[in-house]
Each structure stands twice: as structure tokens, then as C-alpha cells.
């Protein structure tokens, strides 16, 4: 999900404003822009970001909360905290314009000189070792999971990679934008290449080289939809069945390198990839791979190097991919860094200072409620049979919450942050995560632990750990606001609490079990007509054409789509319960069921760039915003009694093509 910068303040409360409407258009037309046409109008896009929408307006307003740690701590001579010294100096040394701009390429020279020393494929494998050990990624990822078959466990993981486009499709798509697009990134890397010091024929030469190592890697791999099968993409292998697989791939000196002595069982996410990465390796010439990982060095590295390289990074995967003008002020993006690298040192900082106890409070009960919903309904499922039925309340039985931030913080005692080179403090945070994450293989798992900072505007549910998860900083309006009516709050977090609580009976969710473990619970029966179902709202999200004549890919928005569906009507069952026979009254001449809907749209206003949504359609399993608010609310009974809404008008779906999941 995109994230970005501040550009209308929020009212206090998080009330609904009409002046966000757009009173030419009813409610029964299209709902998305009625609820939102005037802010859509009033909030044009930053010259900086390729979308504006609630979710930057609140993760703006976070980085102001940010920016006065960062300057606190950096202008900060003494008393410091280890944490404060290290966030502060982190973001002193980004900040440094003038000793980067001195620095140059000085310290990667040291890495550059052993990558030019590449003469054999041996020294290839190497080197893709020493650079995963680093944090950069070449060739495939490895890494440490929680075992999907044994969730106490943390296991090796291997898997697909190695790509400097966003996605596989993107060397294979045979429109013209897609082949231009292909044409800009080869310039792009023949660009770079320049900048590090090679002759322009040399370095077009290079670019190629990297281009079909790429397209290579690419063919090898599985397309964005088919990672969504949890089962398909677990093989859990001895280290001598990984070998054989790949015959002309050195595992132990490998492991070796990147500090791995016993990895034990190995989950190969995509066993066909590692064999055409084995191939590949096998196939291309040395000098070929030598331009590969000497690319993808100088691609991790760009953002935090010379202006030259920063401005040269920014013009393909800034303008050309998202479309976005300008780029971020320096502070923002050594912010980013700081979120990226040093995640939840800032993020100890900033729940001290600016997380209230009485949102935790608050929240908890609207997550009990809304999962009383989702009891109730999983109670009266007409498609799910008794057998299922049993499994799916012992799942939310054992369901858990993390709300805020984690009671047990990431130990960076052992991380060395001091005033510069910036690019050597981000290689260095690059390294201690990538080692404090294979640190895990073969042991416990750890249940504390998050996948977010709470400075994270975004909540997640985490399939292998039964559990969902809501950073500190998405409960702000108009999310959540602990002085908002109910009606406000259920139809934004709520509505958020019952997305994210449904994902545990999704496409992909439903095959985990009450304890995480992968296991196919589901009987034949409850199976198939879950999958009926489904394929209505893939060919309702198939129908949207988003940009051009690009459509929703429903195939792969699935999951999201039917977990918005899912979200949207648990909480609103329990906005109607929490209500009971009290009295309904209007709020600024709306009902409390209005209220609800349109603090479901208010969340998903957003503008975007026509970059920016080919590329969302093509890598994010989210559908664009307009078709997040429209799609469901079509589907709704609630929603067109609420609003009045006719038969037959464009927010209500014929009864025979409206699905009912939830």
C-alpha cells in the first residue's frame, strides 16, 4: 500500500464532512464519488506522490510526529539512550548532504573491487552469498519463516527473486507501454552503470546482460496469483534434495557466506524457479552474472548515494513506474529509511510519546464485538456444513490481537550506527536484519513478535500465527477516533477489524488451521460452494476496468475483495447490536447506518496516477480505492435501504449476480 505526506488536516473528531460529497452525484449512482467527489476535487495529487488519499493524510501527519524525534535525537550532544543515539544518528548521517555528495561511491568500493574480481562461476556464487548476507537481494531469497506445516518452529525459506522490475509480467506483457517501459529500464541500468564510471557503449553492453539474466530469472517464475496458494508454494526439503535439484549451485559454500551453518529442512516456496535459476547459472556467461550483481548492488545502494545516483533512481522507478513527478524531501526519505532499517527503535520513541492508553482501550472492545459478529455468522453460514462449521469456531476460538505496538522490542544492541557514510549505515542495518532473521532457523517461534512498526498506517493478519495485527498509528481518524460515534468507528476500523478478521477464511486463510498450521479443513462440500461464491466476485472485479482498457485482475484481488465484503458487513452487524433499541439519531442530518457506509467510503478516498494504478493492477493484490467502496456496497441489502437506493440503479447489483459471502 502506498503511503505518503500530509495535504488537507483532518477535523478533530473525524466527523463526516459534507463538504467532501459531491452533491451532483446520488448515492445510488456511484456512491465512491458522492461520498468523496469534493475532496477528490480539492486534494489534488502532490507533486511528490503517485496518490494522495486518508491513508496519506494520516501517515502524514505520523511523520510529523516523526521528524521532531529525528531532530530531537540528532541535534541531542548527550544523555542519549543507545536507541537514541542510533536513530539519531542514522538520520544525521542521511541528512548530510554535503559528506555524501564528498563520499561518492568511496564506500562500496570495497564490494565493487570484489565483484570486478569475479572470473569464475564459483566467485558467482560467491558473491551472491556475500550480497544476501548484506541485505541485497540477487538470484533468489533466503530467508527464516515460521514453518506453515509445524508453527512452533522457525524453518529456512527459499524462494523466488532477484528481479529489478516490480513483478515477472512486467518482462513478458507485449503491449506497447509494457515494451516501452522494458526499453526505459535497460536505459535506466546503462545509466547507472555510467555513474559508477563505465564507458556508455560498456555500459549498454551491461545493461543487456542484466536484461536477459533477468528475463531469464522472470520465465523461471510464478505469476503473482499463483503465490497466493499457500499449498503450492510449500516443498519442505532436505538440503541434499535442494542439491539435487540444483546440481550446479555450491549450497554449502553458500550457507557458508551467508552465515548459515545448519539450515536443516529447507521450504522451497517455487522448486521450478530454483531450477531455472540453477540453469540460468549454469547457462550464462560469468561476465553476464558479473553485471547482474554489480547491478544489483548499485540498485540497493542508489537512494542512499550522490544526488547523481538518487536523481537517476528516482527518474525510472519514481516518474517512469509510478508516474510521481518529484521525489520526497530528504527528510521523508531518510525517515523511510529509518522505518525500513531501524523500524522499531523509532517506533519505541514514538508509542512513548504519542500512542493514549484509552485508544487500546477502545479498540479492544470494538475487535470484541466485531468478532462476536463473525461468531454469530459463522453460526449461521448457509454454505459452510456442520463439519466445517466445528473447525471454523475452534479457529476464532484461538484467535488473537496485537493492538499498539509489541510487548517485546527488537534488540539492536549489536547494530553500529554512528555519523556516516549514510550508505554504509543503511548496508550495515541491512546486514544486522537479514542476520537477525536467519538467526531464527531451527528455533522456537517467537509469539511476540510483529510484522510492522507502530508506525505503520496499515493492519495485517498473520495466517500462520491465527492472529491480526493494528499498528499504533492507523488508529487515527478517520480510521479511529476515540471521540467519533460508533457509527464512524465501525464503519472505518471496524469495518477494517472484520477485513482483516475474515482473511482467516479466504482463499488463502481458509488453509490454515486453529494452531496456523497449513491444513485442509474444509470438507468437498464447503469447499465448493465457498469457490462458487468466489468466482462470482472475481467476475464482479474482472468487470472493472480501472485504467484504459486495463481491467481489475478479480483472479488475483480475491482475497482482499472478499475480505472487504466480509469486514463491511460483520461491522456493520455489530454497529446494529452495539445500537440495540436505543435511539437512532442523526449526526449533521445523517443516521447512524448512513454514517457507517460513509465512513467506510471516507477511508478509501484517494487520487491517483494513471502509473500508479497500471502498476497496482499489475503487483497489488488490492483492488484500486473506487472499486473497494462500490464493489461491496453493491452487494448490500443494508447499504440500499440505508440510502434508499433502487432496484436497478448502479450501486444496487441484480439479485441473481450479487454475492453473499458473509
Not at 462476536?372 to 490481537?401: I, N, Y
Not at 493478519?461 to 499498528?471: G, R, W
Amino acid at each position: 500500500m502506498v503511503i505518503g505526506a500530509f495535504f488537507m488536516a483532518l477535523s478533530a473528531r473525524g466527523d463526516i464532512d459534507p463538504k467532501n460529497f459531491n452533491p451532483a452525484v446520488k448515492p445510488q449512482d456511484d456512491f465512491y464519488q458522492y461520498a468523496n467527489g469534493g475532496w477528490l476535487a480539492a486534494n489534488p495529487i502532490p507533486a511528490d506522490y503517485g496518490s494522495w488519499g486518508a491513508f496519506n493524510e494520516v501517515d502524514e501527519r505520523t511523520k510529523k510526529d516523526l521528524h521532531g524525534i529525528l531532530d530531537r535525537t540528532a541535534a541531542a550532544t548527550g544523555n542519549r539512550t543507545q536507541i537514541e543515539q542510533q536513530v539519531g544518528d542514522f538520520y544525521a548521517s542521511g541528512m548530510d548532504e554535503a559528506a555524501i555528495e564528498a563520499a561518492g561511491l568511496k564506500p562500496l568500493q570495497p564490494v565493487l573491487d570484489k565483484l570486478a574480481a569475479i572470473q569464475t562461476a564459483a566467485d558467482v556464487q560467491a558473491a551472491i552469498g556475500h550480497l544476501q548476507r548484506m541485505g541485497v537481494g540477487a538470484g533468489f531469497y533466503f530467508t527464516a519463516e515460521q514453518d506453515p506445516r509445524n508453527t512452533t518452529m522457525m524453518i529456512a525459506a527459499n524462494g523466488q527473486g532477484g528481479l529489478g522490475l516490480p513483478d515477472r509480467d512486467y518482462y513478458f506483457r507485449d503491449d506497447e507501454k509494457s515494451k516501452k517501459l522494458r526499453e526505459q529500464y535497460v536505459a535506466h541500468i546503462a545509466k547507472v552503470f555510467e555513474l559508477a564510471g563505465d564507458a556508455p557503449d560498456t555500459a549498454q553492453t551491461q545493461a543487456q546482460a542484466v536484461m536477459r539474466v533477468e528475463t531469464a530469472l522472470a520465465a523461471g517464475s510464478k505469476k503473482r496469483e499463483d503465490l497466493r496458494d499457500p499449498i503450492a508454494n510449500y516443498h519442505k526439503l532436505t538440503l541434499t534434495e535442494v542439491r539435487k535439484l540444483t546440481p550446479h549451485f555450491d549450497w554449502p559454500g553458500y550457507l557458508a557466506a551467508i552465515g548459515v551453518a545448519d539450515p536443516g529442512d529447507i521450504d522451497v516456496g517455487q522448486p521450478e524457479f530454483l531450477q531455472a535459476f540453477d540453469q540460468e547459472l549454469a547457462a550464462g556467461s560469468v561476465e553476464e552474472w558479473k553485471a547482474y550483481l554489480r547491478w544489483h548492488l548499485l540498485n540497493a545502494a542508489a537512494p542512499y548515494l550522490n544526488k547523481a545516483f538518487v536523481d537517476e533512481d528516482f527518474d525510472f522507478y519514481g516518474r517512469t513506474l509510478y508516474g510521481t513527478p518529484q521525489m520526497h524531501d530528504r527528510w521523508k526519505r531518510v525517515l523511510d529509511a529509518e522505518n525500513a532499517y531501524l523500524g522499531e527503535a523509532l517506533g519505541q520513541l514514538y508509542v512513548a510519546q504519542f500512542f493514549p492508553p484509552e485508544s487500546k482501550a477502545r479498540m479492544l472492545k470494538l475487535v470484541k464485538n466485531v468478532e462476536a459478529a463473525l461468531h454469530d455468522r459463522l453460526e449461521t453460514l448457509e454454505w459452510m456444513d456442520e463439519p466445517t462449521r466445528a473447525e471454523a469456531l475452534k479457529k476464532l476460538a484461538a484467535f488473537g490481537v496485537k493492538i499498539g505496538y509489541p510487548d517485546k522490542w527488537i534488540d539492536y544492541t549489536k547494530l553500529k550506527v554512528d555519523h556516516g557514510p549514510y550508505v554504509l549505515n543503511v548496508l550495515r542495518a541491512k546486514e544486522f536484519n537479514a542476520q537477525r532473521i536467519l538467526a531464527k532457523i531451527g528455533k522456537p517461534v517467537d509469539r511476540t513478535e510483529w510484522g510492522m512498526n507502530p508506525q505503520t498506517v496499515d493492519a495485517y493478519n498473520n495466517p500462520t500465527m491465527n492472529e491480526i495485527v493494528f499498528p499504533a498509528a492507523i488508529l487515527q481518524p478517520p480510521f479511529f477516533d476515540p471521540k467519533a460515534d460508533d457509527a464512524v468507528n465501525y464503519g472505518g476500523i471496524g469495518a477494517v477489524i472484520g477485513h482483516e478478521m475474515t482473511h482467516s477464511y479466504d482463499d488463502e486463510g481458509r488453509k490454515f488451521g486453529p494452531d496456523g498450521n497449513l491444513k485442509d479443513w474444509w470438507t468437498p462440500e464447503s469447499l465448493a460452494r465457498f469457490k462458487l461464491l468466489a468466482a462470482g466476485i472475481v467476475k464482479q472485479f474482472d468487470g472493472y476496468v480501472a485504467v484504459d482498457d486495463l481491467h481489475v485482475n478479480g483472479n488475483l484481488t480475491q482475497g482482499e475483495n472478499i475480505a472487504d465484503l466480509g469486514g463491511v458487513k460483520l461491522a456493520y452487524t455489530a454497529l446494529e447490536k452495539e445500537l440495540g433499541n436505543g435511539p437512532r439519531e442523526k449526526i449533521d442530518g445523517f443516521t447512524p447506518e448512513q454514517r457507517f457506509f460513509l465512513g467506510w467510503a471516507t477511508v478509501w478516498r484517494t487520487n491517483q496516477r494513471p502509473e500508479t494504478i497500471r502498476l497496482q493492477i499489475l503487483t497489488n493484490p488490492h483492488s484500486p480505492p473506487p472499486f473497494r467502496v462500490n464493489g461491496p456496497l453493491s452487494n448490500l441489502p443494508e447499504f440500499a435501504q440505508a440510502f434508499d437506493v433502487p432496484a436497478g440503479a448502479p450501486m444496487v447489483r441484480p439479485e441473481a449476480e450479487r454475492v453473499v459471502i458473509w
